[in-house]
Nanobody, 126 residues
Framework: QVQLVESGGGSVQAGGSLRLSCAAS????????MGWFRQAPGKEREGVAA?????????YYGDSVKGRFTISSDNAKKTVYLQMNSLKPEDTAMYYC??????????????????WGQGTQVTVSS
């Protein structure tokens, strides 16, 4: 069973930065993408970023985070990172790590990846 363990959430003031990590275990990344979704109370789930670890040049971002967030991967550690800069109060949400076949949910984040982490809260105050 694939497991995804997130870390790095917290509280920060607007304009600040946070870095999320997601470590995966017991999976083969040959055809899988890893990335992040978020969901704020009362709002729909939103795709944030995704990467194809076998070819890290294949990176995808949601429109609302382009230019501010950066996703990266460390294949040796089977870990993806989300560097979040210039954070805004509207970035406040529960952030979920996800893993699934790339052909399903990237690049437009419309489909649901197969595996999910437990979530980590990000709170940005104004």
């Amino acid at each position: 069973q694939v497991q995804l363990v997130e870390s790095g959430g917290g509280s920060v003031q607007a304009g600040g930065s946070l870095r999320l990590s997601c470590a995966a275990s017991r999976y083969s990344h040959a055809s899988n993408c890893m990335g992040w979704f978020r969901q704020a109370p009362g709002k729909e789930r939103e795709g944030v970023a995704a990467v194809y670890p076998a070819d890290s040049s294949r990176i995808y971002y949601g429109d609302s985070v382009k230019g501010r967030f950066t996703i990266s991967s460390d294949n040796a550690k089977k870990t993806v990172y989300l560097q979040m800069n210039s954070l805004k109060p509207e970035d406040t949400a529960m952030y979920y790590c996800a893993l699934g076949l790339c052909g399903g949910w990237v690049p437009n984040f419309q489909e649901t990846p197969h595996y999910w982490g437990q979530g980590t809260q990000v709170t940005v105050s104004s």
